[in-house]
């Protein structure tokens, strides 16, 4: 199982309120996505992961506010995802 591709919302259709921005750190196992508000950059579909609140420190590339993240974890290699199952069939 894991994520293999993300849509994100563009900026400009949260107008001037909206908050459709945020970055995103990369591992071996996930990625992290840190945002103010998730569902402007990052809308909630099935199997997206709820958001937790954190804080990121300036020194972290952060602006010290908080900030909601999620961490999607990545398919392995050669493994095909099922959208219904959100899980891996083995297949290379």
């Given at each position: 199982y894991g994520?293999?591709?993300?849509t994100?919302?563009?900026?400009?259709?949260k107008?001037?309120?909206?908050?459709?921005?945020?970055?995103?750190?990369?591992?071996?196992e996930c990625l992290?996505?840190?945002?103010p508000e998730m569902n402007d950059w990052l809308p909630e579909v099935e199997g997206r992961p709820v958001p937790t609140m954190a804080r990121m420190m300036d020194g972290d590339g952060g602006c010290g506010r908080p900030?909601?993240?999620i961490r999607l974890p990545l398919a392995e290699a050669g493994?095909?995802?099922t959208?219904?199952?959100?899980?891996?069939k083995g297949e290379t």
């Open positions: 994520v293999h591709h993300c994100f919302a563009s900026p400009l259709n107008g001037s309120d909206g908050k459709a921005f945020g970055w995103m750190t990369a591992t071996d992290e996505l840190w945002c900030c909601e993240v493994t095909m995802m959208k219904k199952e959100g899980k891996g």
